[in-house]
């Protein structure tokens, strides 16, 4: 049995035990939730539109997570002016996951307390570790080298002018001298 559900102005075809990411609903880890704008129920060819909802439907889901959507990036450029801005954004979403769907006005069934994800921990280390790092001394990075090394001045080669010296006495450009 499938249904398609309207949330966050978005519609989801869904069917039992399906994980999807919806627009942010409130509530925390492990809460029940209730969508009741389902736009169509049933399978296959016994199917029922609403118009434009089904009376009595409902889907019953457990809000997994919130979680925050891939970061969008929006620059803009007005070419010739020097303007260029640079922003990033990320939705914020739900994740759930349906539990049951329902015809009739039936209600959810009851169901045991799921447990939130656990957070991520620290490894614990043992107790003689904090004795060692407390003996040893904080190693300092070393600095990277940048790739340009200063030079002396008269290390480096001089550009000639065109206006040498040389050549205004002479007349003469400073070219190649033909050979006879």
Not at 11 to 25: F, G, L, S, T
Not at 151 to 168: H, I, L
């Amino acid at each position: 049995m499938f249904a398609v559900l309207k949330t966050g102005g978005k519609q989801y075809r869904v069917a039992q035990n399906d994980v999807i990411h919806v627009e942010r609903v409130p509530g925390e880890a492990g809460a029940q939730v209730l969508f009741d704008q389902i736009l169509m129920v049933g399978e296959g060819a016994s199917a029922t539109a609403g118009s434009p909802l089904v009376a009595g439907a409902t889907v019953a889901a457990t809000l997994l997570e919130q979680v925050l959507a891939d970061k969008v990036i929006i620059f803009k450029k007005r070419r010739r002016h020097n303007y260029r801005r640079k922003r990033g954004h990320r939705q914020p979403l739900s994740m759930v996951r349906i539990d049951e769907i329902l015809t009739d006005g039936a209600r959810p069934s009851p169901r045991k307390e799921a447990a939130p994800k656990p957070a991520k921990q620290a490894k614990a280390r043992p107790a003689d570790a904090d004795d060692e790092d407390e003996a040893k001394p904080a190693k300092k990075k070393a600095a990277k080298p940048t790739g340009r090394t200063a030079q002396p001045r008269e290390a480096r080669a001089k550009k000639s002018t065109k206006g040498d010296a040389k050549s205004a006495k002479t007349g003469k450009s400073g070219g190649a001298k033909k050979k006879k």
